[in-house]
T-cell receptor, first 113, second 111 residues
Framework: DTAVSQTPKYLVTQMGNDKSIKCEQN?????MYWYKQDSKKFLKIMFSYNNKELIINETVPNRFSPKSPDKAHLNLHINSLELGDSAVYFCASSPVISGNTIYFGEGSWLTVV | AQSVAQPEDQVNVAEGNPLTVKCTYS??????LFWYVQYPNRGLQFLLK??????LVKGSYGFEAEFNKSQTSFHLKKPSALVSDSALYFCAVSGTDKLIFGTGTRLQVFP
């Protein structure tokens, strides 16, 4: 009965590869997010979607492409991976886009070698 | 623009003692403020939030936070710390369309 689930939890891949992280929420929320946590534990928003519509694209390289097939899913595809992409990527959701509690998944640890 | 600041990278406290993790905010208008906790290799868990009303907000695991408008602060507190409270704590403020997080404070509770 996990609320926000993302896969894979751990991912080790070589530079230049393309990889995807999947996210699903069963909370019935309208808004989903991708956050990036770097090695210093800083959290920054990357994208948000509201009812499958892109709302925020926070100056993320266009190698990162989110896709929301429906409002319960928000996947993250990354092309041509670079060493600097190594981080923890968190999917999250909230009932509406502003002022509400955000619920996070357990994170996907991406290591690019 | 909305922002939060967590002035301490780490807070150390002995088990059984009260703890405070500090947060100050800068917003235009009324703030929506949050505290989250992150245990090692886990996602962020919601602890509590302030929207309006009583300045003392009670949350999960015995934590509470005090909203102080004049000092623009929203400090996290607990009367008696447990070793299991050791984790990374994030303060956040709600922007127009996202949560904006502070830099995090590592809480270390010693037996």
């Amino acid at each position: 009965d996990t609320a926000v689930s993302q896969t894979p939890k751990y991912l080790v891949t070589q530079m230049g590869n393309d990889k995807s992280i999947k996210c699903e929420q069963n909370l019935g929320h309208d808004t989903m997010y991708w956050y990036k946590q770097d090695s210093k534990k800083f959290l920054k928003i990357m994208f948000s979607y509201n009812n499958k519509e892109l709302i925020i694209n926070e100056t993320v390289p266009n190698r990162f492409s989110p896709k929301s097939p429906d409002k319960a899913h928000l996947n993250l595809h990354i092309n041509s991976l670079e060493l600097g992409d190594s981080a923890v990527y968190f999917c999250a959701s909230s009932p509406v886009i502003s002022g509400n509690t955000i619920y996070f998944g357990e994170g996907s640890w991406l290591t690019v070698v | 623009a909305q922002s939060v600041a967590q002035p301490e990278d780490q807070v150390n406290v002995a088990e059984g003692n009260p703890l405070t993790v500090k947060c100050t905010y800068s917003v235009s208008g009324n703030p929506y403020l949050f505290w989250y906790v992150q245990y090692p290799n886990r996602g962020l868990q919601f602890l509590l939030k302030y929207i309006t009303g009583d300045n003392l907000v009670k949350g999960s695991y015995g934590f509470e936070a005090e909203f102080n408008k004049s000092q623009t602060s929203f400090h996290l507190k607990k009367p008696s710390a447990l070793v299991s409270d050791s984790a990374l704590y994030f303060c956040a403020v709600s922007g127009t369309d996202k949560l904006i997080f502070g830099t995090g404070t590592r809480l270390q509770v010693f037996p």
